[in-house]
Every structure is written in structure tokens, then in C-alpha cells.
């Protein structure tokens, strides 16, 4: 993490080179056997760890060309299917796009991996040199290859068309209704819209929310030793280069943790006063667990539950580095609300209950490229379904006057507004204070949703 993106390597024989190039074939090759895209960062963690003497930079460089095979999947399907269809003078490519059914995430994985290497080589190549990485030269797959490409390079560029900015960035165009129906409900002007497409074509910075305050200045210092560029953005820095920031010594000393600008917006909505009692019902790994029970100021207790043990073990062991006693871990099964014990019961539940929801992750797809060419829409409803079961269960656990807080990492109005209005419709007792999309395109990171309600 906290990496931008690498050039390829100039130094080295041609050999080591040839090598580099080989290997980076045959770990698409693996990649392409896939049914689905595989989770790329549980993927490159594993089989470049296999790699024996190559660089770390090296290692990297790999790493970043297969991200962008699948970033830039959609576009290589889109562009090589109209060569291979052949292209005619005078086309546009929005004309092309709207032949046809747009296609969804796992058809275009499905076309995608089943290309020549050398194919998806080169239209990620193109796409990927023009972010201003220096990669190999690489043959055109056949006739018309330049033709289309400068076509849809060109019209890109000044196309206000969503669904050839959308493509363009990566994103499939089976995804414009939903697309479409995000700008309209969040009443986006035009350009907003299509700057919240432009930025799925580039992963975002990583963003570290500061746990020790005294030490920012160090941090800082040795942030810049490090060639990493810092800018805050109120509370967070954002962070760029090429080391990895869990390397720092002020990481392990924990000054400060690794937590995406929108995901901070979410711990800010639920607005964690000392001495509250919160219940973070699906904590995961406990980055906003965290954050809630650093604002507690030693003052009250998160209780952090989940259903998986082994996340639960990552918030035990951050909680311990942060020097954070506030965080009492256990797992939930989603089922019906634990008995948390005298303290709870004796103010009639919970001050706060955060129910950052399991969703489509959609609003992650910068980062994790990957789930972009698994989702269809068609598995939208069991997301939905399980969000409002949660909503309406973890309501129960807030006291008179309390606050509900419903999040997601998503962007999908499916999962936002619509499970925020469902839930208000059958539970009238209760009122949303404040509701909004955080992140991208107010900010450069992920996008998340959270609504925060009373009664």
C-alpha cells in the first residue's frame, strides 16, 4: 500500500527483462484460469511472495500491469471485439456501445480470459501508457487495431457520454442504469458524473488517520525520507510512493493507521462522544471500531462483533497497537442481539450502534478491480435483503434517544437510499438526520454511504 504507479524497469540485460516479461505472462495465464477474477490483492500477495530472485521492483511492476488487466478488462473487450468485428470509417464509438446488450462484469471476465496474452498485452498497454507509465512496445493483434483505438482514445477524451467514459475508465457498460441512476438520485451535474467515472481508471491514494497526534511531526519527517508525498485533508493525510507504509517505524509504533478517507466519514458520521457505549455490529477488521474508540477518549466501551473469527483477531491485534483498552471483540451471527451485559441493559441499550453492512463493495472498485468483473447485479437482492435484516435487527439495540448509524462501502442506490428509505417505512418511528454518499467524487478514495437515525 501507499504505492503509485511503476514504470518498467530500465536497467537489467535483456535476459533478466525477458524473464521479467515471461513470468508476467504466465501469472495472467493463471490468472485467466480462473472462473471468476480472483481477489487481486490475495492473489499477487501469494504468487509474487513464490517469485525467488527478483526485486522487489520488479515484483510490483507485475503486480500493477495484471491490476490493470482487470481495471481496464471491460475497455480491452470492447475495443478488441470491434476490431475483430471490423471497424468502419466513420463509426463512433458511442454507436459501437449501443449495439447490443451492454455487457456485464462476468461476460466480459468470461471474453477476457479467454484472449491471446498478447492481446489483453496490448490494449492494456495502451490504455495503461496513456496514466504515464513507460511500458514495452507491443505488436498490434491485427487489422484496424489503430484505427479503433484512436477512435475511442480520441472520443473518450471530450465525450460527455456516461457510458463511454464509464467503459473508458473500465467499468462494464452493463453497469450504466445503475451508473445513471446514482448521478440522477445524488442530482450530479454532468462534469461531477463523469469525474466519478475518470477516477476508476486510477487507484486511489492511501489515506492514514493519525492516532497519535504528538508524533504527526516524526511522522511526517519520515514519511518524506521515505519519497512518499503527504497532504492533509482535514484529520487524514493522504500519502503517495512507492515503499509500502506498514514498512514505517511510526506505523509499528502506532502512530497512526492505515483507513480510506470515506471510510473515515462513516466514524465521523457516528459522531462518538467519551463515555458512550457503541456496538460496531459488523466490525470487520475494526478500522472504524478504532477510530470510534480513539474518539471515546478512554471513556466507555465499542463492542465490536462480527461473524468472522479471523478479522476479529486483525481488530485484536491493531486494538493492542493503538493502545486501545475500549474495544471489547466477539463474534455475531446476525441472528438476534447478544446480551451485552449489565452496563447495556442498565441505560436501556446502546448510546450508538454502527451497522456497516456487507454490500457489493462498488463503492471499492478502484482498489479492488477485480470485483467489477464479478458483479452482475443478478445477487443485488441477497445484499439488499441481509442489509435491511441488519438494519431493523440492530435498531432494537439502540436506548431511547440513541443513534442508528447504516453504512456501506457501495455506491449503488439499491443499497443506500433504498434500504434507508425501506427501513423508514416500516419503522415510522423513527427519522434519518443526515444521509450522504462520502468519497469519490467529493474526494479522491473509495465511496461509501452512510444515514443516521433517531427516534
Not at 518498467?8 to 495465464?29: E, I
Not at 472498485?365 to 440492530?394: I, P, Y
Request: proline share 5%; with cysteine; glycine share 10%.
Amino acid at each position: 500500500m501507499g504505492r503509485s504507479a511503476r514504470n518498467h524497469p530500465r536497467s537489467g540485460s535483456a535476459r533478466s527483462q525477458g524473464v521479467l516479461q515471461n513470468t508476467l505472462v504466465k501469472l495472467w495465464h493463471k490468472m485467466a484460469a480462473e472462473k471468476q477474477p480472483p481477489a487481486i490483492d490475495r492473489f499477487l500477495a501469494r504468487e509474487l511472495g513464490k517469485l525467488e530472485g527478483m526485486s522487489r521492483r520488479d515484483r510490483l511492476w507485475i503486480g500493477d500491469i495484471l491490476t490493470d488487466i482487470l481495471r481496464f478488462g471491460a475497455l480491452t473487450v470492447f475495443c478488441e471485439g470491434w476490431r475483430r468485428d471490423g471497424w468502419l470509417d466513420g463509426t463512433t464509438a458511442v454507436d459501437r456501445l449501443t449495439l447490443g446488450t451492454p455487457m456485464a462484469g462476468p461476460e466480459a471476465w468470461r471474453r477476457l480470459s479467454r484472449m491471446p496474452a498478447p492481446i489483453v498485452f496490448f490494449w492494456t498497454f495502451m490504455r495503461k501508457r496513456l496514466t504515464g507509465a513507460e511500458l514495452p512496445a507491443i505488436a498490434p493483434p491485427g487489422p484496424h487495431a489503430t484505427e479503433v483505438w484512436r477512435t475511442v482514445r480520441d472520443e473518450a477524451a471530450a465525450s460527455d457520454s456516461l457510458l463511454l467514459r464509464a467503459v473508458w475508465a473500465g467499468l462494464p457498460a452493463g453497469l450504466a442504469p445503475l451508473l445513471t441512476e446514482r448521478a440522477k438520485t445524488s442530482q450530479w451535474p454532468s462534469p461531477k458524473t463523469l469525474d466519478f467515472l475518470d477516477r476508476h481508471a486510477l487507484r486511489p491514494p492511501v489515506w492514514l488517520r493519525v492516532l497519535d497526534k504528538s508524533g504527526e511531526p516524526s511522522l511526517r519527517e519520515e514519511l518524506s525520507a521515505a519519497d512518499f508525498t503527504c497532504e492533509a485533508a482535514g484529520s487524514a493525510l493522504q500519502v503517495r510512493g512507492e515503499s509500502g507504509v506498514y514498512e514505517l517505524a511510526a506505523y509499528r509504533a502506532g502512530t497512526f493507521d492505515v483507513q480510506d478517507l470515506a471510510s473515515q466519514g462513516i466514524g465521523e458520521a457516528v459522531n462518538a462522544q467519551p463515555g458512550d457505549l457503541i456496538w460496531d455490529s459488523c466490525a470487520g477488521a475494526g478500522g472504524k471500531s478504532l477510530q470510534l474508540a480513539a474518539a471515546l477518549d478512554g471513556r466507555g466501551t465499542v463492542y465490536a462483533t462480527d461473524l468472522h473469527d479471523s478479522k476479529l483477531n486483525d481488530l485484536r491485534k491493531r486494538a493492542k497497537r493503538a493502545h486501545l483498552a475500549t474495544i471489547q471483540a466477539s463474534l455475531w451471527d446476525g441472528q438476534q442481539i447478544p446480551d451485552f451485559g449489565a452496563e447495556v441493559n442498565a441505560q436501556g441499550g446502546f448510546d450508538r450502534v454502527l451497522v456497516d453492512a456487507p454490500c457489493s463493495g462498488a463503492g471499492t472498485w478502484r482498489r479492488n478491480v477485480d470485483g467489477r468483473l464479478r458483479f452482475d447485479g443478478q445477487n443485488l437482492t441477497k445484499w439488499t435483503d441481509v442489509q435491511s435484516h441488519l438494519l431493523a435487527l440492530t435498531s432494537q439495540a439502540v436506548r431511547p434517544g440513541g443513534h442508528l448509524i447504516y453504512a456501506t462501502c457501495s455506491w449503488l442506490v439499491a443499497e443506500n437510499e433504498a434500504v434507508r428509505d425501506t427501513f423508514l417505512a416500516a419503522h415510522p418511528q423513527w427519522r434519518c438526520t443526515t444521509s450522504q454518499l462520502g468519497g469519490n467524487p467529493a474526494a479522491d478514495s473509495d465511496s461509501t454511504f452512510w444515514a443516521v437515525f433517531t427516534y
